[in-house]
Structure formats: structure tokens, C-alpha cells
């Protein structure tokens, strides 16, 4: 299953923490850890300062504490945690999936699961609110979509229209159909 995997596994890049300027990079390969650093300084003793790298193998990383301690403090506890993780093999592949596929996915859940999955990570915060999702949401659970409906789910939104109760939405309907009835009225000569 590695084989899936891609050449650079993560990336990531971050500012030193205060009052540091200097500017850093974490990239995770299949085999390798590699870690650079740009200085960023108005102090004399620091203008020269070449960018630096260093390369190491994911045992060797899982054995440099120092260089762990180097990426905690820039990058934060989870990033180091999620790349020590890398090094010993264990892969998240749900997170590598596209989000068309998870879109897919998630249009099969319950709307509990779906409120429960959006509060896991950032990506599916996102994912679990896209109309997109709602979208498919909506034909699932409708017998057909009119062009006004798809319309005015434009206009408010595919989740939106999902928990407008039907009474609601016929209204809003007759609404833009009698709005749109008086400006055509109103153009014609």
C-alpha cells in the first residue's frame, strides 16, 4: 500500500518563533527527512548567512531528539507527532483521498455523522459545509430539481435550501417567479 503513496509525503513551512525572522521548511519524503533554514536578519554578524540543510533517513530522524526538538518548537507539537508518525510507517490515507472522492463518501453519512466528521479537521469543516455536498445531498433526498430550485439554491445555498422546510421554500419559490414575471412585464414594450 505504500506504493500509493507519493514521493513527498508532507510539507510544510513556518516562521521561527519570536522574536525570530528566520524562515524554515519541513519536507517528509518516502525515505528521507529534509529540513532547511533561511536566516533572516539585520544584524551584521547574520547578513552573510547561507541557507542551510540538513537530510536525514526517517531512523535516523527518529533518533536525532535535537533536530525533534527543532521542529516542535517552529512547526508545534502535532506537526512533529504527525511526521514521527511518517517515519515509523504510519500513513493517513483517508487524508490523501481527493476531495471529489470524500465528497462522495460523505453524501452517504447521517446528518449526526456528518456534523460529527466536520469538527475532526479543518478539511472536512470545509468539505462538510461545500455545496457540493449539499448539493448531492438535496437530489438524494428530492424526486427532481426544477431550474427554479436549482436557481434560488444559487442564491442561498445548498445546505441552506436542505433545512428551509418546504412550506418556506415554495414561498421563496412563488417569490422569485413573481419577481422574475414583473421584470419581464417591465422590459416589454
Known amino acids: ?8 509525503l508532507f510539507e510544510t513551512v513556518g516562521q521561527g518563533p519570536a522574536p525570530s525572522k528566520d524562515y524554515y521548511q519541513l519536507l517528509v519524503t518516502r525515505c528521507q527527512i529534509i529540513f532547511r533554514w533561511w536566516k533572516i536578519s539585520l544584524r551584521s554578524e547574520y547578513r552573510a548567512a547561507k541557507p542551510g540543510e540538513t537530510k536525514e533517513s526517517h531512523e535516523d530522524f527518529l533518533e536525532n531528539s535535537h533536530l525533534q526538538v527543532q521542529v516542535a518548537l517552529i ?14 510507517g504510519k500513513y493517513d490515507f483517508l487524508e490523501r483521498l481527493s476531495d471529489s472522492l470524500l465528497l462522495s463518501i460523505i453524501s452517504y453519512l447521517d446528518l449526526e455523522d456528518i456534523a460529527r466528521l466536520s469538527q475532526t479537521s479543518h478539511r472536512f469543516a470545509k468539505l462538510c459545509v461545500c455545496d457540493q455536498l449539499w448539493e448531492q445531498i438535496v ?10 430550485m436549482r436557481a434560488l439554491a444559487e442564491d442561498i445555498g445548498w445546505k441552506q435550501m436542505f433545512f428551509t422546510n418546504k412550506l418556506q421554500l415554495q414561498r421563496q419559490l412563488r417569490k422569485r417567479k413573481q419577481k422574475r414575471e414583473s421584470l419581464r412585464r417591465q422590459h416589454q414594450p
Open 1 to 8: 500500500m505504500a506504493s500509493w503513496l507519493p514521493e513527498t
Open 75 to 88: 512547526f508545534g507539537a502535532r506537526i512533529l507527532d504527525y511526521v514521527l508518525n511518517l517515519c515509523q
Open 139 to 148: 437530489q438524494s433526498a428530492c424526486d427532481t430539481i426544477t431550474s427554479d
